[in-house]
């Protein structure tokens, strides 16, 4: 019913910047309220790092990525992006595009669609 494809990661040095993407498809898209990104470090949790709810604008941030990543949403192509910027080392991982069909957008809700995953490197 939805399917979410992540693409733009890859290795980038401290400070520096990547763009993630995210496009969804399938006939459950126009369900679609949530839309944000997630991460795993090796050894840790996952963790939400960004959301947009698609019908207000609203958006949410980890305390971590505030004023260096920003979401934001290509409606007419059904895709998420996230713009990162003055990246850390300690922003590698896996980052994970995830979807929501009800409201409350909000990092700790429940996503119920994943895609892959796209790795994020960050060297020193």
């Known amino acids: 019913q939805v399917r979410l494809r992540e693409s733009g990661g890859g290795s980038v040095q401290a400070a520096g910047s990547l763009r993630l993407s995210c496009a969804a498809s399938?006939?459950?898209?126009?369900?679609?309220?949530?839309m944000g990104w997630f991460r795993q470090a090796s050894g840790k949790r996952r963790e939400g790092v960004a959301a947009?709810?698609?019908?207000?604008?609203?958006?949410y941030y980890a305390d971590s990525v505030k004023g260096r990543f920003t979401i934001s949403e290509y409606k007419g192509r059904d895709t998420i992006y996230l713009a990162m910027s003055s990246l850390k080392p300690e922003d590698t991982g896996m980052y994970f595009c995830?979807?929501?069909?009800?409201?409350?957008?909000?990092?700790?809700?429940?996503?119920?669609?994943w895609g892959q995953g796209t790795q994020v490197t960050i060297s020193s």
């Open positions: 947009v709810n698609r019908g207000t604008g609203t958006t």
């Open positions: 995830a979807a929501r069909r009800y409201g409350s957008c909000s990092l700790d809700s429940a996503y119920g669609d």
């Open positions: 399938g006939q459950s898209v126009r369900n679609i309220i949530c």
